[in-house]
């Protein structure tokens, strides 16, 4: 396994009802202008605790079950920006490595030493496209596993709630530009949705549901 030297990406998360989605669908399918992929993302967590004078350490393993072969993937999300800098955009700048890894990663993180921290599938959908920068939306339910990798029996975590997230890389030369170019999309998702950085919860938007109607009557045909 050969890792990506490290990268940036600008970040952030909001929450949707289940039943708002479908309009959220016809709007972004109205602002991308591409078709949606579908997600079916197989989660999975592993920590590795201080040893030998080494920090803790958490990776993500991430299986696409969307593929006919299923792929892995490895990410490790690392610290966020800091500084007055930081904390006059709205949105979270933070560091990740990212890399394709065979089937056989996960038995190669036990070997290091990493534990099973918990395990998560996300279905749903997401849009790729660029809009003065390459941004991914991604709309998903969260659900965990009953049983240890039992994808086919998992539930909801959050019944009737859906998470959205919305992602663009960056560097260190661009990641100002990056990070306006995300907060003014996230601005044409204001009338159903709230987003902000990861942890800070906003809750749904009282708003949601008028905007809902109007997306859902009209069909979103417009686009901005």
Known sequence: MQLKKADMEC???GIIETQHVEALEILLQGLCGVQRERLRIH???LKNGPNLGLVASEVRLLCDLEQTE???TVRHIGGAMRGAGAEQ???LVRTMVESKVSKNVLRMFYTLGYKLDHELLRVGFSFQFNRGAQIT?????????LKLHATDEAVPVTPGIQMVEVTAPASAENYTEVAAAVSSFC???APLLHLSKPGVSTGVVPTAAAAAASLMSDGGGTTL
């Open 43 to 45: 989660e999975i967590c």
């Open 70 to 72: 299923p792929s892995w």
């Open 137 to 145: 939306v991604t709309v998903s339910s969260v659900n965990k596993m």
């Open 187 to 189: 601005e044409y998702l």
């Open 89 to 91: 955009i709205s949105v």
């Open 11 to 13: 970040v952030v998360q």
